[in-house]
């Protein structure tokens, strides 16, 4: 696994809850450093893939982050706008509408929050409501705003690669070496964020499946997971319920449906997990929570599955 962190990722300013009602880590720092993390998702959006309008209340989308932390998830992922492919944009002010009161109330119970962005004024706010990590997939298309709010602030960023936008990347997806091309290509990229001020050690990259991927690509780039950790970044692995696994598990022609390619997710979280990824990105929680500590358990890593409540 990558070096252990050594800045603060906490917001100093929220309110700390008791240690009774504390559900996640508090802190990026605080995270586990010596094994696969679970990053659980939560789309505040009408239109997402797979859960798209079922928590896109403040309400229910609350419920649901809580619910991820107490089912296991270190991170919880909130996002206001669908990147699902030829998904329409969403104005950033309604961007911030949806997530920015999960955020702060996902934070304030302890749970660390990453915002799923590529908007850096959306980015911005989110860390002021105590967003711990920025989840960026504009991929090649990242933006000089967000590459200088990234330096500046010192947030934990995560650099995922991508082609285009949701509505132009499945028309990208001719590389000459896949794997060769999606590392020179986030090479790039990172090459601008360490000029502005980034370190290394808080950049995550991701391969970016099922953006401006197809066919057998996306498989290419999880054969391939000690290249990218060979990086020397921390690695997230976002397979979960993508198109890719439908195609494998598909019956008389027809992808599996979204919901259930969870079994599959799970073996992917388990591979990663053996694989040394830092975190796995996913809707199951529960279910990829047994999946890598089996992998935690097979590796010797001792206790294989660690909560906060656990741990003072």
Same mark, same amino acid.
């Given at each position: 696994?990558?070096?252990?962190?050594?800045?603060?990722?906490?917001?100093?300013?929220?309110?700390?809850?008791?240690?009774?009602?504390?559900?996640?880590?508090?802190?990026?720092?605080?995270?586990? !450093?010596?094994?696969?993390?679970?990053?659980?998702?939560?789309?505040?959006?009408?239109? %997402?893939?797979?859960?798209?309008?079922?928590?896109?209340? =403040? #309400?229910?989308?609350?419920?649901?982050?809580? @619910? *991820?932390?107490? !089912?296991?998830?270190?991170?919880?992922?909130?996002?206001?706008?669908? &990147?699902?492919?030829?998904? !329409?944009?969403?104005?950033?002010? #309604? =961007?911030?509408?949806?997530?920015?009161?999960?955020?702060? =109330? /996902? %934070?304030?119970?302890?749970?660390?929050?990453?915002?799923?962005?590529?908007?850096?004024?959306?980015?911005?706010?989110? $860390?002021?409501?105590?967003?711990?990590?920025?989840?960026?997939?504009?991929?090649?298309?990242?933006?000089? #705003?967000?590459?200088?709010?990234?330096?500046?602030?010192?947030?934990?960023?995560?650099?995922?690669?991508?082609?285009?936008?949701?509505?132009?990347?499945?028309?990208? &997806?001719?590389?000459?070496?896949? $794997?060769?091309?999606?590392?020179?290509?986030?090479?790039?990229?990172?090459? +601008?964020?360490?000029?502005?001020?980034? +370190?290394?050690?808080?950049?995550?990259?991701?391969?970016? /499946?099922?953006?401006?991927?197809?066919?057998?690509?996306?498989?290419?780039? *999880?054969?391939?997971?000690? @290249?990218?950790?060979? *990086?020397?970044?921390?690695?997230?692995?976002?397979?979960?319920?993508?198109?890719? /696994?439908?195609?494998? /598990?598909?019956?008389?022609?027809?992808?599996?449906?979204?919901? #259930?390619?969870?079994?599959? &997710?799970?073996?992917?979280?388990?591979?990663?997990?053996?694989?040394?990824?830092?975190?796995?990105?996913?809707?199951?929680?529960?279910?990829?929570?047994?999946?890598?500590? &089996?992998?935690?358990?097979?590796?010797?890593?001792?206790?294989?599955?660690? +909560?906060?409540?656990?741990?003072?």
């Amino acid at each position: 696994m990558s070096a252990p962190h050594d800045a603060a990722g906490s917001r100093p300013d929220a309110p700390a809850p008791p240690h009774g009602d504390r559900l996640g880590w508090g802190s990026f720092d605080a995270l586990p !450093q010596h094994r696969t993390l679970v990053m659980g998702v939560l789309n505040v959006t009408p239109d %997402s893939f797979s859960d798209g309008g079922v928590h896109d209340s =403040e #309400e229910a989308a609350i419920a649901h982050g809580l @619910r *991820l932390a107490e !089912q296991g998830a270190d991170i919880v992922d909130v996002g206001g706008e669908s &990147t699902r492919p030829h998904s !329409q944009r969403v104005d950033p002010r #309604e =961007e911030r509408r949806r997530v920015l009161p999960v955020i702060r =109330e /996902l %934070s304030r119970r302890g749970v660390v929050v990453s915002a799923d962005t590529f908007n850096a004024g959306t980015a911005e706010a989110a $860390v002021a409501a105590g967003a711990h990590i920025v989840n960026d997939v504009s991929g090649t298309n990242v933006s000089p #705003e967000m590459v200088g709010f990234a330096g500046a602030s010192g947030i934990p960023y995560v650099l995922m690669h991508s082609r285009g936008t949701p509505q132009t990347m499945t028309t990208l &997806t001719h590389y000459e070496d896949t $794997v060769a091309d999606v590392l020179a290509e986030l090479c790039a990229v990172r090459e +601008r964020l360490y000029a502005a001020g980034v +370190r290394p050690e808080r950049l995550v990259v991701d391969p970016g /499946l099922g953006f401006a991927k197809a066919g057998g690509q996306d498989w290419e780039l *999880l054969r391939a997971l000690p @290249r990218f950790r060979g *990086l020397g970044n921390r690695v997230l692995v976002a397979a979960s319920r993508k198109r890719f /696994l439908g195609a494998l /598990l598909a019956a008389d022609g027809a992808p599996r449906p979204v919901t #259930e390619r969870d079994g599959a &997710t799970a073996a992917i979280s388990a591979l990663a997990a053996f694989g040394g990824a830092w975190a796995v990105r996913v809707h199951d929680v529960r279910g990829t929570c047994d999946a890598v500590a &089996t992998a935690h358990a097979w590796l010797g890593i001792d206790p294989p599955v660690l +909560r906060p409540r656990d741990h003072d």
